[in-house]
């Protein structure tokens, strides 16, 4: 059943493939007026520049159009944006592709690795509602940090998927099953990035991710914290949902059985949240925090399973997406080194901590993390709009408190990750020490 299941997944991925212009060639790198590569020199009096795409030695000359001179920097790997007026290629935006490194910013990729990885050890996402705003907030282009971050996110949801299996968390055969559609997500995902990346520019991609990033933080962080701390409070039991139930009613073949995660599915219902897992993962590095509560609340598995699974799709789909990004040439390799350099040793931390926790805390921090995010990506939207034009422009005033709560927020996510971790996990080991003692006391009592 299991083989056919698969079978018959690969099929509608094929067929969608086919007939939907959406997928059809979704990673034949960046759109017709999109080019990355480097500008030469600069004409003030003729108002053009020279410009060598990557990977030619040819240069072609463009016009700056609403651009001043200054701001083209010269000799420095960009992302442009062009767009024809009267037969020319004028010059639409323009954003710096790799940001400049100091050891600042070294240490703070590090620690925001280390995070990011207990995160996705923890709560099974790969942490990127996490990791893409804080590299944004470092200055990394939108679309740079949804690439990189989709690299760093296979081999730590790897580990993280692996140690959770050794722990009997992970249902691997629904994160196979999963994955295949999620696939097809990620397809669809990188065509609106790269047709926002065409339309808008850099200014457009940040506002889309960041935008996205509010309302579905919101939506979905809200529910998962709310119905965490009701269960906390005492308030609920910890049962499956109602329309988890109605949709293991759907009884249209194939049907699958996941015994690790306790449900009986019929294969379609795991296609919905493939979907949109994958698609996320793809536009703005995220897929975690639909997957992960799609499986608690849609189909019905606990959050401690759900958590480890979507270790489990984040491992395949993050290979895809990666190929798929590195074939557009986006993704910035020292920001994905050293993110992972640091989330390889989080993510073991996390599903450590996963042994020593009651259900509801995965929700609790996965809820409250997200909401906090919230509030950091929707600081820097007014700064987005006005960097398209579609409001006036801001005072210098408002602009630095606007990127100071997004600062700060963003360091409170951090924070509060890790410091509910930290000390859940340390809470749960000295408990279950502490237990372990009293029973070896009470075998020595009894043989006494």
Known sequence: ????????????MIVLWAVCPALAGGGAGPPKNFRKGEFLSVDEASGTAVFRPSGSEETITVYLGKLKPEEVELKRKVMVTFQRQHGRQVIKSISVMFMDMTLKKILALVIIGLVGGMLS???????????TPSMMSLGAPGAVAVASNMCHKFPKAMVGAY??????????????????SAIVGVQIGIKVQKFILQKWGNAGSNLYVSLAFVVILVIVGGYVFWDAWRLAKGGAEVKTTKLALALQRIKIPPMMEFKRAGVRLSAWVTIPVGLATGMLAATIAVGGF?????????LGAS???????????????????????GLSGLIDIRLTLLILAG????????????TY?????????MGAVMLIVAVSRGAKVPIYLEDLGAISPLAASTKALLNQVSFWALVTALGTAGVIITAAMVKGMLKARAERKEMLRKGAVSHG
Do not use: C, H, N
């Not at 639909?290 to 849609?298: D, E, K, L, R």
């Not at 926790?357 to 921090?365: C, L, P």
């Open 163 to 180: 140690k959770r299996y050794k722990y009997g968390q992970a249902d691997v055969k629904l994160g196979l099953v999963m994955a295949t």
């Open 303 to 325: 959050a401690l399973v759900a958590s480890a699974t979507e270790l489990v799709i984040a491992f395949v789909m993050g290979l895809w997406g990666s190929i798929q990004w």
């Open 290 to 298: 639909i997957g992960g509560p799609g499986m608690i609340y849609v």
């Open 121 to 131: 050890g923890f709560i099974g996402s790969g942490g990127a509602f996490v990791l």
């Open 357 to 365: 926790v009651k259900d509801y805390m995965i929700k609790v921090v």
């Open 1 to 12: 059943m299991f083989r056919r299941t698969i079978s018959l997944l690969t099929a509608l």
């Open 343 to 354: 989330s390889l040793f989080g993510v073991q931390l996390g599903a450590l901590g996963t």
